[in-house]
């Protein structure tokens, strides 16, 4: 079935994090089965979910690679990247990060403010975000103090757009305030909501929301707080259109209730998606050096189809019976199958393959992707992680992803002899696909050195060398360089005599050693 092209301003790149274990692929099954892209919801537990297909995905119940998906929504094609929620794979979550204009931050109806929300929270750098209280269905949910703890941690511009009817057991709907309407849901459904009426015991709650809701988004703008305060009031469109500008520039954070298990709440969730976050052309211009010397970025591009092209790769990944996948945001312009584009940070030209729109291991063929979209293509000669695609005659370098250094090392041993040149090969692969992983071959130590974010990491860089290159390695700790050195004052004395007939030999050495501050050797 060939899929529908959508210009630009129709286009929503959203990334979804969290901390571990919080629901974010649970909630890209619930999205793509709501909107019809799959005809029943997988399962972490039986490993049958879109985003995490490898199989150590599988295998270990959780997301170790940053996934490319799509759903269609309101005429709009929302393009989700799932981050691994793990410390270890944090280059999955910059990566996404980079070429999503907003973030969509899970959090857990419990305890909704953990290391990695934190975390994920300062790689989203600035950019808006939207704040999904995950698990509403479990017991002691409790919406009220995640509100509260979102907003201890990330300020006053936390701002619930939805209530939940119920908690634990009993959460079997919602009240959009801005639609002002309740909703309830079979759980387990299709996660699309029915009308009823507005429940009695929750309205003195939903009109503190509400008055909550209105005082932060007049707050946000001088036009409407002067109307706020002669009326007391903003109609449904200002509210909305307020609500937008407040959401694009970062002043408020919408949250709503939700439970991607049981599909409850998941329309307006997709809803609020495409009404609230921005569209790629909204968040301003690109710029970029005109060539890697240049000391500064004196090019720019608006993010459009009538600029000249350029893109961003910002991973590569190889896959058995397929090869190497290049994916890529196109920033302006479109990318084309049979294409040429030029690749400044290696001097080199590249044809542009087969075009493809990912879901999961899924992927459709396009004849080209436009300027905010994101695909993947194959077979790509020598373009990285990190580089820029873009007409030869109008170049640019668009600033690479910038990644964390390695944290901890370990060196690898082959369990049989011979197999050295498998394992560079492979390590090579592996390294040009994961920018926060690294490696060298140590000639004092006679090693090899791995240098990772994780133990994690590094376990799946083993398994890979296992499963890709057919060797098998063992880990063990590196040997540790040595090296003498002076401690304190000595003072010795040598006298050399020889009688041989003649003169003879004589000599008498006195010496004192003393050691110089440390580190100004």
Wanted: aromatic share 6%; charged share 25%.
């Amino acid at each position: 079935m060939a899929i529908k092209e959508y210009a630009t301003e129709n286009i929503r790149n959203i990334v979804l994090l969290s901390h571990g274990g919080v629901g974010k692929t649970t909630f890209a099954e619930a999205a793509l089965f709501t909107t019809g892209a799959i005809n029943r919801m997988g399962s972490i537990d039986d490993g049958n979910t879109v985003s995490d297909y490898h199989q150590k995905e599988i295998e270990r119940k959780g997301s170790i690679q940053l996934s490319l998906l799509f759903a269609e929504h309101k005429d709009k094609k929302i393009n989700i990247l799932d981050t691994p929620g793990y410390a270890d794979f944090v280059g999955e979550l910059i990566s996404g990060v980079r070429v999503a204009e907003a973030g969509v931050m899970l959090v857990g109806a419990q305890s909704a403010v953990e290391v990695g929300t934190q975390t994920a929270w300062g790689h989203l750098n600035g950019k808006p975000c939207m704040f999904l209280v995950n698990r509403m269905d479990r017991e002691n949910a409790d919406f009220s103090k995640a509100v509260k703890e979102l907003k201890e941690a990330f300020g006053n511009g936390v701002a619930p757009l939805v209530v939940p009817i119920g908690a634990g057991d009993s959460f079997n709907g919602v009240v959009d305030m801005l639609a002002n309407q309740a909703y309830s849901y079979d759980s387990g459904g299709k996660g699309i909501g029915k009308a009823i009426d507005m429940p009695a015991a929750l309205q003195d709650e939903i009109d503190d929301f509400r008055t909550q809701l209105m005082e932060s988004v007049a707050e946000s703008d001088d036009t409407l707080i002067e109307k706020y305060f002669e009326t007391g009031e903003l109609t449904p469109e200002e509210l909305t259109t307020g609500l937008r500008k407040a959401v694009l520039n970062g002043k408020l954070f919408p949250v709503l209730p939700i439970s991607a298990s049981n599909n409850i709440g998941t329309d307006i969730a997709l809803n609020l998606i495409v009404d609230l976050l921005p569209a790629p052309d909204k968040v301003g211009e690109i710029t970029g050096k005109p060539n890697p010397e240049a000391e500064e970025a004196t090019e720019s591009r608006k993010i459009s189809v009538s600029e000249p092209t350029s893109a961003l790769v910002y991973k590569t990944f190889s896959e058995e019976h397929v090869g190497r996948l290049t994916y890529i945001k196109c920033y302006s312009g479109s990318i084309s199958n049979g294409q040429d584009l030029y690749n400044p940070n290696q001097n080199s030209s590249e044809r542009i393959g087969t075009i493809y729109v990912p879901r999961g291991k899924d992927r459709q063929e396009v004849k080209k992707i436009v300027a905010g979209d994101i695909g993947v293509t194959v077979k790509l000669k020598s373009t990285n992680t990190g580089d820029t695609l873009c007409e030869k005659s109008k170049p640019i370098v668009i600033p690479s992803i910038q990644f964390p250094q390695p944290v901890i090392d370990v060196s690898i041993v082959a369990k049989q002899k011979g197999e050295e040149d498998k394992i560079a090969t492979g390590l090579a692969r592996l390294a040009s696909e994961d920018p926060t992983f690294t490696y060298n071959v140590d000639s004092e130590l006679k090693q090899t050195i791995l240098y990772g974010m994780g133990e994690l990491q590094l376990d799946m860089v083993v398994d890979k060398l296992k499963d890709q290159f057919a060797v098998e390695v063992e880990l063990k700790r590196p040997k540790i360089k040595y090296r003498e050195t002076i401690r304190k004052t000595a003072e010795a004395q040598g006298r050399h005599k020889k009688q041989t007939g003649g003169r003879g030999q004589f000599g008498d050495v006195y010496l004192r050693l003393n050691p110089l501050e440390r580190g100004s050797g």
